[in-house]
């Protein structure tokens, strides 16, 4: 059985702009899917077009409906978000939005198109926010369908107030890999055994 | 004296849309201020080209600058977001990252360009989610240098897994009239105080 | 196999007060439950002595050791909070408190003694809160070990600024028994296929 | 005019326990308000039995009255609150459920007690999480009631998965100091022009 991963990075600047501390996080995610026999393609959000809506297709010029295919092809989705205040970016909430259509997109036993797949968050930030990024994604994704593994979480942030960008450490902290091989493991585990197994759908 | 106020409206829908929700419920805001002797100017987000980033410039194409001076030519800030799976929508957080910008925006007296503001939130959905959008949006707009006088925030929600929009609604309910009038009251009170005697700078 | 499930109703009020809609939330997913051939034990929090700290055992008339106990025999969790001010309660958030020495505590493998255990959320309130609590919840019950089937919240909340009780209403909306179903049905599944199938450990 | 704080410091530790670092950072916030001609008085409130429930007076043994009483008759309250797994903790979370009763104490112009406080936030950790924690407590304290100065918080976190505890810092980082004195400066400002000005009762 071979498993497709599909990381989205929501990071605010385009792929012509600066390097982004999101991708280093998702590079390093990608690495340990690898390992585990698992390929992770890797989509920059900012390059696309994603309309602002809650349907699977906003019309001219949105990009999303291809983005929506990749993420629904794939098995694992990894979602990336930068830290802003605090807070999740307006783009990884934009991806939010855009399957909030999901609640209406069912097969055939009734279960939302995203059911056996299973979700993890990458979190980066010069301080502060990774936990309520997490809660805020968590929620979000599984009320879209999605499942979730122990620990599905990277991250890193810098001291209070800090200035550091993740892309800039000379070296991965020992405790952000660790985060980094227990997300893989735990996600490619349980993405195999929900493979094999489907959920049950509703009669 | 007279006070100004400003209300963004981060409906993901643009003014040739179906009619707004959140509109609705500014609108009330925008009468009560009205009768405390307060013009509001109510701008539709969705209709502008806001760019993903932090600085209050994004560049060639980007519209936020025009609401940015709209905005602090104001001396009360009205946010409105619709809620989606429970938070605030991605325009609404579009707009605390462009007011991000502020930390590094100081006067001659080290205050942010903000300072000396009072924000207040409106907030709507079919079901569930108000006071997290509430939550998430004072820690911002208090980040970035806004007052918050006492129940800054008039709201609406239906009853959990609803379908009804505020818009549709017959009557305005007397609980969110309340909240409405409170929230005037109180910002304008404040902000008048404040405009008269402002915050300390840094020596 | 037969599966254990664990609810704990994290009420403010103990047996001795007044009735409980959470316990009415956790006693539907309960009845779920036992439909799919697990049976569900629940504890009334407020009944018992759980002391403040983050160890599994804070001394002296500490009655957390015996409810971890409980919790870690079980294959499933059920966490039902409350609503109080848009949050969980201070006792839903006490049991994750006490939670977080599961981060020590780890099996010969390295894995963190929760691991294998499904978690689901049961919430309540007047209105308006419900989603925010699932993410606080999923956020500290994942952080700690347990994993998240799709859609793993029942819940009910009244319209914004309502009194009605959980407990009160007349017939169980058929939105939220839907909500009950598909949160016993997917986490029953999950379980079974953990249980059979660990997650690997660390080397 | 003399002005009076009140400091909560929400620690899960007894003052018999090891140091706070809460409680640090609460003696730095006490002395820029002691320069700025404000007294703080600190209550540790884990040394107290505040039981659960929403009224003002839980009954027998009931320690929140004299608490409460103390919170009322002061002009600033600041609370402080430890973070644990990126939330507040439980003790913060009891004191805004028993805040939760100003709701219907209303003085004679239907305004609640605590109307004409200001507010303020603590928050220190190990790592990640006050911005989170900040929006928590935020948010209940203006729905009970509390006006929010500019930047309302001091606080500081570790690196991710850090495990320095801010009271064993040889030294108060220079930025920490910063918002330390923008806390009182700001603070201290607002309460004193509400407390000349009293925010307008419901007719």
Same mark, same amino acid.
């Given at each position: 059985?071979? &498993?497709? $991963?599909?990381? @989205?990075?929501?990071?605010?600047?385009?792929?012509? %702009?600066? #390097?982004? *501390?999101?991708?280093?996080?998702?590079?390093?995610?990608?690495?340990?899917?690898?390992?585990?026999?698992?390929?992770?393609?890797?989509?920059?959000?900012?390059?696309?077009?994603?309309?602002?809506?809650?349907?699977?297709?906003?019309?001219?010029?949105?990009?999303?409906?291809?983005?929506?295919?990749?993420? &629904?092809? $794939?098995?694992? @989705?990894?979602?990336?978000?930068?830290?802003?205040? %605090?807070? #999740?970016? *307006?783009?990884?909430?934009?991806?939010?939005?855009?399957?909030?259509?999901?609640?209406?997109?069912?097969?055939?036993?009734?279960?939302?198109?995203?059911?056996?797949?299973?979700?993890?968050?990458?979190?980066?930030?010069?301080?502060?926010?990774?936990?309520?990024?997490?809660?805020?994604?968590?929620?979000? &994704?599984?009320?879209?369908?999605?499942?979730?593994?122990?620990?599905?979480?990277?991250?890193?942030?810098?001291?209070?107030?800090?200035?550091?960008?993740?892309?800039?450490?000379?070296?991965?902290?020992?405790?952000?890999?660790?985060?980094?091989?227990?997300?893989?493991?735990?996600?490619?585990?349980?993405?195999?055994?929900?493979?094999?197994?489907?959920?049950?759908?509703?009669?």
């Amino acid at each position: 059985m071979t &498993l497709k $991963a599909i990381a @989205l990075n929501s990071t605010l600047k385009s792929s012509e %702009g600066e #390097p982004s *501390s999101t991708e280093r996080m998702l590079s390093l995610i990608a690495t340990a899917m690898d390992k585990a026999g698992v390929k992770t393609q890797t989509i920059r959000l900012a390059d696309f077009n994603i309309k602002p809506g809650v349907t699977s297709d906003e019309g001219e010029g949105d990009e999303w409906p291809g983005i929506r295919k990749k993420i &629904l092809d $794939a098995d694992i @989705l990894v979602l990336g978000s930068p830290i802003w205040m %605090g807070q #999740p970016d *307006s783009i990884s909430k934009r991806v939010l939005e855009r399957m909030d259509a999901f609640f209406d997109e069912m097969d055939d036993e009734g279960r939302m198109v995203s059911y056996g797949m299973v979700a993890a968050v990458a979190v980066v930030g010069n301080e502060d926010g990774a936990h309520h990024v997490c809660a805020e994604l968590y929620q979000g &994704l599984n009320d879209v369908g999605f499942t979730l593994a122990p620990n599905a979480v990277a991250y890193w942030v810098g001291e209070a107030m800090g200035s550091t960008n993740f892309i800039d450490l000379p070296e991965v902290p020992k405790t952000v890999q660790k985060t980094v091989d227990m997300l893989a493991r735990n996600s490619v585990h349980l993405a195999k055994l929900m493979k094999n197994n489907p959920f049950p759908g509703q009669k």
